[in-house]
Every structure is written in C-alpha cells, then in structure tokens.
C-alpha cells in the first residue's frame, strides 16, 4: 500500500544512507532560514506514542552506545528549572473552566486479515463497543474497532472530538501506535490514491484529510454564527519526519537535520521548519501529498511500504475575535498534532537487513523510550508521585511532551492485527494501550484575553518588585540599600540635574561614574572639581555617618599607611570624646556594622581611589546638632598638601597630619579601604562650637554625648537619639538635603570657596552660629550676616581650647593648604598648624 508516496525524493533517499554518518551536533548542521520569522515552525510540544519494551528485541534496547548516542542528541540544553514551573504557570494561568483533566482516549482498530493470513485463525475478537479479548484474556478501552469498522468511523470516534476540541482552544494530538503493518497509516492519512479525492467521497479517506474537511467546515459555521464578534481563524501547517533520530522537513525535504530548539515563550518548536497556510482543503491535501511523497519508506518482509520513520502533522489554528462585553481581543491558539508512528518489528520477524535493520533498531528504541515515558506518566497520574518524566530521552518524547501528560487532548490509536503471526506484537501493543489509557493530561484552553495580557503585567511588575526587595534584603538585613539611598540623595540634591540613576536591584558591582559625579558637582557649583567630588562624597558618608556612630576596628591598621599620605583630619571633638561617642552612642552593633558596612561600599565604590574614614562625634550640649567637616589631602609627589574647608560656621579642625589623633585610637572606629590609596578622605560630625560652647566644656566626653543624645531625641539631624534614623535613608537623605540647601546658600553668597568645607545643621531653638576666621585654612559657608567672635584652637589630643595662634605652632606640625581651596599643586599653599581649630561663638 502507501503507494501515494510515488515519488520518492532522490536527495533523501541518497540522504538516507548517508544521515546516520553525519554528526548529531547541532552546530555541524546548517539550515536556511525560514521564509519568514511567522512561518517558522514553533510547533510546541508535541507528542507520540510509546513501544512496549517487550516488543523489541534484546539486541535492540538500550546499550552504552545508546546512551552515548543519547549525548551527542542535539536536544536543547536543560533550561534551570524554568520549564516545570512554565508549564505550571500556563496551567494554573487558566480558569478553572477552561481546564480538562482528560486521560488520554485509546482506541483499538484491528485490521482485517491479508489474504497471506486469511488461513490462520484470528486470535482477538471484540466483545462489546469497548472491549475486546485476545487468548481469552479481556482489554478494555475507550473504543474497539473490529475489522469491519470504517474510516468514517473511526473519524466519529477520535476525528470529530478531535476538531471541537481545537475549535474549543485545546491542543489536540492523536498518535497512532502499532506493529508494522497493522494499518496505522492507512487509518491517518488514508490510500494515496484517494487523498487528492476533496469531496471524500471514497470510503477510504484517511482520517487526516476527514479531519480538515471538518475543520473548515466548522470554521465557516462559527463565523457566520459569530459574524458580530468579527471572529477570524487562521491554520498554519507544518509536516515533518523523525528518521533515526534526525528531523527533516518533508514540505521541504532539502531541510534535514533539523534543530529542536525551547523558549520561553513558544515553547519546543523545530526551528526552519517550514510553515504553510491553508485556508481551503485543497491546500491541505496537497501538503499532504506533498509530504507523504516525501516519506521515507521501505519494504519489509511484513509490509511492502513499510514507513521507517515517525511523521507529525501539525496545524496550528488561531482564532480571533472581539468580545461583546468589553470590546476586548480574545485569541485562542490550539494546536493539531497528527503523529503516525513508524511501527515496532520483531527483526526475526521481519527479517530487517542493512538499512532496514538500522532503522528498525531506531524505531524501536525511540518506540522503547516513548513506552518508558508512558509507563512513567500512567505511574505519576495514578499514584501522584513525583517522577523524573524523561521527555529528553529521544527527538520523538521531546518534541512531543506537551502532548504527553501535558498541555493537550490527546487520542491514542492502537492498531493491531488479528493474525496469529502477530499474537506477541498485538499482546504488547494492548498493554502499551491499557498503560497510555491510565495517563491523565491537563489540557487548557489556550486563549489570551486583552485583559489578561494587562492583568499578567501587572502580576509580573508586581513580582519582579517583591523579588528585587528580597533581593536587596538578603543582602542587607537592615534592608537599607546604598543603590537606593545613592539613587535617593542624587535626586535630592537641589538644583542639580538628576545623575543617571543608579540600578538598585542590579546584581552586578555598582560603579560610580566618577566623572559623572564631578560634572554634578561642577553644575551645582561645590567648586573645583576634584574637591567638591569628595564634598559630594562626604556629605552623603557624613550624614550616614552621623547615623552610624559605629567604628572601624581596622582603624590600627590604617595608621602607618594614612601617616604617610599626610592627610588633613578634621574632626569635631577630641580624640577621647570621640572614642567614647563611638562607644557610647548606643546604636545596635548589627545595624552599625551592617549601615557602616554599606556607606563604605558606597563611597568606596564612588571614590575606589580615596581612602575614606567615617568619623562621628558628640558634644555634650542641649543644643545638639552636627556638623560635617571634610578633609581632602592630596600629596602629589610626596609633597605635603592640606586642603581643608570647613563649612561650618562655627567649627574648624585640623589636624595633624602623621598620626591624627583619630587614628591613633585604639576603639572601633571606621576606614573602609580599597586599594592602596593616594589620597585620603575623613569626615568626622561634630556639634558646633557654639553649642559645644553652651555647656560646661569639662562635661565632653562619653556620658555627655549620651546625655545629649537622650536629651535631644527629637532631633532630626542627631543620629544617635534614634536607632530609627539609622534605617530612614529618608531621613537621612533629608539631612543632606538640609545641608545642601546650607551649601547653596553659601555658594550664592560667598565669594571665597575652599577645597573643603564644613557645614552644620542646628535646629531653629539652637544658639546662632558663628562664623569661624577663616585665617587661612577651611571657608565659611554661612551667610556673611554671621560675625566671628572669636577663634579658638582645640588640641586634638588634649581637647583643651586655645586662641589661635598659628604663629607658634611648632614647625614640624605645620601642613600645606591651597589658599584658594584647589587641590592643584601649582595653587599656593600657606602652612597651618596641624592641631584642631575649632572655632567656637
Ligand atoms: N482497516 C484496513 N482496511 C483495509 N486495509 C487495511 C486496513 N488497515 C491496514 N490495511 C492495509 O494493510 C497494509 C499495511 O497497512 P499500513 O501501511 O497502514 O500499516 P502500518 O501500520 O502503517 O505499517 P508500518 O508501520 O510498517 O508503516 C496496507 O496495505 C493497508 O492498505
């Protein structure tokens, strides 16, 4: 029979002896592309049938070289575990109507006996419409079909279901699975010389062309029923074949060795598989024609035109139409698979020799793998177990999974055949039957509304936000993110132009462009760029830091390296204050180490080339408040060079430069390093000399910065009366909101700008602060209606306050600061005492 397949294309029937030589990889294989992206086949998962194991000859199952073979299969890397969960989604994406929890339907034919087999004894014999026996023994199954049944019959039994279903949005795949010879292709496709018959008026019509007969028809009919609702239908076809292992496309047979590829999105599909729309049942038959010449066949001793290979069928049918309710697009795409198998053989049998005899060993072990699969599903659906579903092991399982205890409707037709030559084939291909009758697949409507589309965006924003919280929380338990307070304090600096903002859910190292940030603080006008980046810098470290109060415990390990860099210090109090603020602060040692630990990498990250030290401190005081100071040392060429700015207009320090007092503290305080640094960067927080000056100087120390810090919680800008301004990055923020607004209003009106600055932030009950005598280190950034009372010098060491008097600091403690502010070399530098200045009203 199957003498529709006439012409025989030569290219694959020379391919034929030469495919199994040809390297499995993939990426020695090249296609040409699909005619156009539309028609390229993305046919989903599809399915076949399986082989019972026990057909198949010993020396045909699997082998190690088998399972090398099995390795070299070009199937599409494993996606991590992103498939499983797809699958999951798309189901439960479903109303609960629209499911199916449908088992596969089995359907027996059993052809009538050839004229070679009419002597022996027939040895099945159906007992009612869904049973049948065989050696007394009874199958039962969704249908049995005895010899005398028809084409048209079993189109009603497995065709008609077949097309509501797809017109319903159900994939629907229906396989057909016996031993050579028993009639599966004369029951899908029909004999070749009646397919190009369109009015089916030959009883012999295969149930393929009767299927699409029905399909057009139902399709005129649904459109003229729903003429209002604009309904649209549109089929694509594909045809393909699976021979030993390797596809090739039989509507382009120059098309071989085609690559299973998976997304995402569409699934498993064949990629370059031809694609063709069919509006009319003429175009189906002649793709028919078409690919069934293409088929590759041969004669065995069983069957004259034995097919020896798997061929697939599929239309995709998409239907459109405009909902009368909400006016919305509704698309349902269903999938038609009609899969003829390539029938197992029993090689002493059939005798199967040379080309023959490879193919078999190929059929029956991809037909092997399909009954393994089987097997495995007919387990899981009916104990629920969790099982490995080995949908990899063959082309076959894995293009058709979805079909397999998936996504689909599925409809398995067994033939057998009655002879008693073929008792042991048919024994295993009703077993095969029973097992297939056992698997439950969930089929769904495949339909997208408009509003699902919108509703499943939103699920997935909403998702991916809930996911990048996560994200930033396992990383950071206080849940403070530096991406975003980065992101936060760049788009509160006023006037300033938004800098790019910084990704914070971004997995990668952030980077800070560096130059971006100077461009920032050119714009906003901090003054020369290199030292307002640091001011940048600084103020977000300083505010943090007032936070943080925490401390670095490498601070010993700093000392030698920051000594020879000759670094300007500015900080507020006095070493041992400042120790025992940083001890007695009071702040969560998690949220200190944790908060400290995201302000370096912060700054770090913004300045990888400056040594950054984070220093806080308290005064004694009611009129709490701090103060930010800043200190930028360059030291170009080993020449010492102090540029010091002091923005507060009542504090001024600095330091010395070898061995600051803060380093020298043996108590935790913070240096977040990275690399070896040229250039060094401290900010200490202080209360203003004013304030500091409104309390009983001999009380600063420990007890009085807490006393201050209980004494003043509702103060803003005072990080130590709450553990909640700790993780307020708003807060915080919000502070160096303040601050800027001071800066700016300092740059508006001062004419002098240094290369650092000091700002303060008091709140309005504080005393007025007083601006500082410049002499000839740090600036004032306070308007000029202030009027310096008085200077005084502070030892950094001994906290004792003095007059200034720069004329009798030793020499040797003596540093180099740019008058005018600039960090260039070149700029002229005045010598200034290397002890704390802290000017006080
Ligand atoms: N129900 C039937 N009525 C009449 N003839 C049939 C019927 N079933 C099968 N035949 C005939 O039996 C022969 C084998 O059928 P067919 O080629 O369809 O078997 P097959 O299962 O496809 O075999 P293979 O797996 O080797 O391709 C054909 O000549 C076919 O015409």
């Given amino acids: 029979m199957k003498h529709f397949m006439l012409p025989k294309n030569p290219v694959l029937r020379e391919a034929a002896t030469t495919l199994n030589e040809q ?103 159906k007992i009612s419409n869904n049973s049948l026996s065989i050696n007394g023994q009874t199958f039962t199954f969704d249908s049995v079909a005895d010899t005398g049944a028809t084409q048209l019959d079993m189109f009603q039994l497995v065709g008609a279901p077949l097309v509501e279903n797809c017109l319903a949005g159900f994939n629907s795949s229906v396989f057909a699975y016996g031993q050579t010879g028993s009639g599966k292709t004369y029951t899908m496709w029909g004999p070749a010389n009646v397919l190009s018959d369109e009015t089916l ?88 024609i078409k690919g069934l010449s293409n088929r590759r066949t041969g004669a065995t001793s069983i069957n004259t035109e034995s097919s020896r290979s798997h061929s697939v069928f599929t239309c995709v049918v998409e239907s459109r139409c405009k909902s009368m309710a ?67 092991d063959s082309r076959l399982t894995f293009l058709l999974q979805e079909s397999l205890g998936g996504n689909a409707k599925l409809a398995m037709l067994c033939a057998i055949s009655p002879a008693q030559s073929c008792k042991s084939e048919t024994f295993s291909t009703l077993r095969f039957a029973q097992r297939a009758k056992a698997v439950k697949n969930k089929a769904v409507v495949n339909e997208e509304m408009e509003d699902d589309v919108n509703h499943l965006r939103e699920v997935i924003r ?29 788009s509160l600096i006023h006037p300033l132009p938004r800098l790019p903002q910084v990704d914070e859910d971004g997995d990668e190292m952030m980077e800070i462009d560096e130059g971006a940030v100077e461009k920032l603080c050119i714009q906003v006008g901090l003054g020369p760029a290199g030292t307002t980046y640091q001011n940048y810098v600084d103020e977000g470290r300083s505010i ?90 360059d030291e170009p060429n080993g020449s010492q060079e102090e540029i010091g700015n002091c923005v507060s207009p009542s504090s001024l320090s600095v330091v010395p430069s070898e061995v600051s007092p803060i380093l020298k503290s043996p108590t935790p305080s913070v240096s977040p390093r990275l690399n070896v640094s040229r250039k060094s960067l401290r900010t200490s927080s202080m209360l203003t000399a004013s304030q500091k000056d409104s309390k009983d100087e001999s009380k600063s120390g420990p007890e009085n910065c807490i006393s201050s810090a209980k004494s003043e919680p509702s103060t803003a800008l005072i990080p130590q009366t ?75 060491n001994c906290k004792t306050k003095t007059q200034l008097e720069v004329k009798d600091a030793d020499e040797s403690n003596l540093q180099l600061v740019p008058v005018d502010g600039s960090e260039s070399n070149d700029k002229p530098k005045k010598q200034v005492p290397k002890v704390h200045l802290i000017a006080s009203s």
Wanted: hydrophobic share 30%; aromatic share 4%.
């Fill in 201 to 288: 008026s030959s009883d012999e019509q295969g149930l393929t062309p009767r299927v699409f007969q029905r399909l057009f028809d139902r399709i005129s009919e649904e459109q003229i029923k729903h003429t209002d609702k604009q309904l649209k239908y549109q089929c694509r076809c594909s045809f393909l074949e699976i021979y030993n292992e390797q596809i090739t496309d039989l509507l382009d047979p120059s098309q071989r060795n085609l690559q299973i590829r998976e997304d995402m999105q569409t699934g498993v599909y064949v990629e370059n598989l031809k694609e063709e729309y069919v509006f009319t049942m003429k175009d189906v038959t002649q793709l028919l």
């Fill in 462 to 490: 909403q998702l991916r936000d809930e996911l990048h919280r996560v994200k930033a929380n396992s990383n950071n338990p206080t849940g403070w993110d530096p991406r975003k307070s980065l992101n936060i304090l760049k």
């Fill in 326 to 392: 909400g006016g919305m697009n509704s698309l349902k795409t269903s999938r038609i698979n009609l899969v003829d198998l390539a029938g197992s053989e029993r090689q002493k049998l059939t005798g199967a020799a040379g080309d023959r005899l490879k193919e078999a060993g190929n059929i029956n072990r991809s037909l092997s793998q399909l009954g393994n699969l089987i097997n495995i599903l007919a387990e899981v659906s009916q104990t629920g177990k969790q099982r490995h579903i080995p949908y990899r």
């Fill in 23 to 125: 390297s499995p990889n993939p990426s020695s294989h090249k296609t040409k592309p699909s005619q156009s992206p539309s028609r390229r086949a993305k046919s989903s998962k599809e399915n076949a049938p399986p082989l019972d194991p026990n057909s198949i000859t010993s020396d045909l199952k699997p082998s190690p070289s088998t399972a090398s073979a099995k390795l070299k299969s070009p199937l599409p890397p494993r996606p991590p575990s992103s498939n499983p969960l797809k699958r999951k989604l798309s189901i439960e994406a479903f109303p609960e109507n629209s499911l199916s929890d449908s088992g596969v339907k089995v359907v027996v034919r059993m052809r009538p006996l050839k004229k070679d087999e009419e002597e022996g004894e027939t040895i099945v014999q």
């Fill in 544 to 633: 943090i830091d007032q936070g943080t109060e925490d401390s670095d415990v490498d601070m010993e390990e700093t000392i030698p390296e920051q000594a020879e860099k000759h670094e300007i210090l500015i900080s507020g109090c006095a070493e041992p204050a400042r120790n025992n603020t940083s001890e007695s602060c009071e702040e969560p040692a998690e949220e200190k180490g944790t908060l400290r630990s995201s302000v370096s990498k912060l700054i770090t990250e913004e300045s990888p080339n400056k040594m950054v030290e984070v220093r806080s401190s308290c005064t004694s005081g009611s009129q709490s408040g701090f103060s930010t100071s800043i200190s930028t040392t």
């Fill in 722 to 796: 709450s553990k909640s301004v700790l993780a307020s990055t708003e807060h915080l923020a919000a502070s160096l909101h303040r601050g800027m607004e001071i800066i700016d209003s300092h740059c508006r009106s001062s004419v002098l700008r240094r290369s650092s600055f000091r700002f303060s932030y008091k709140p309005e009950e504080s005393k007025p602060i007083l601006l500082v005598d410049r002499v000839d280190v740090g600036v004032q950034t306070f308007p000029q209606d202030y009027e310096i009372s008085e200077t005084v010098l502070l030892c950094a």
